[in-house]
């Protein structure tokens, strides 16, 4: 599922154009369990790229670092991309 990715700061705020992979909450991204609420996205486009990464392992910090990798993010900040323009 397509996804926009709303900034933990500014939840009005697209930062970034993903891929939604798994919802389930023993899936493991950088070692750690999702748990209950959260997904396993990879991010296909930054938007914002300084964004910082709620759970940021190994060498992403920032959404530009996640570029093509998959990231923990919460489903609370997560909009379903029905293909319009997002921007």
């Not at 996205?41 to 060498?59: A, D, F, H, K, N």
Request: charged share 20%; aromatic share 6%.
């Amino acid at each position: 599922m397509d996804v926009v990715l709303l900034s933990i700061t500014n939840p009005s705020e697209k930062v970034a154009l993903g891929k939604v992979c798994s919802v389930d909450p023993s899936t493991e991204v950088g070692d750690e369990e999702l748990g209950p609420n959260w997904c396993e996205v990879t991010i296909q486009v930054p938007i914002v790229w300084e964004e910082r990464l709620i759970r940021s392992y190994g060498s992403f910090k920032i959404m530009g670092d996640a570029t093509g990798a998959s990231i923990a993010w919460p489903l609370s900040l997560l909009l379903v991309d029905h293909g319009e323009d997002q921007f």
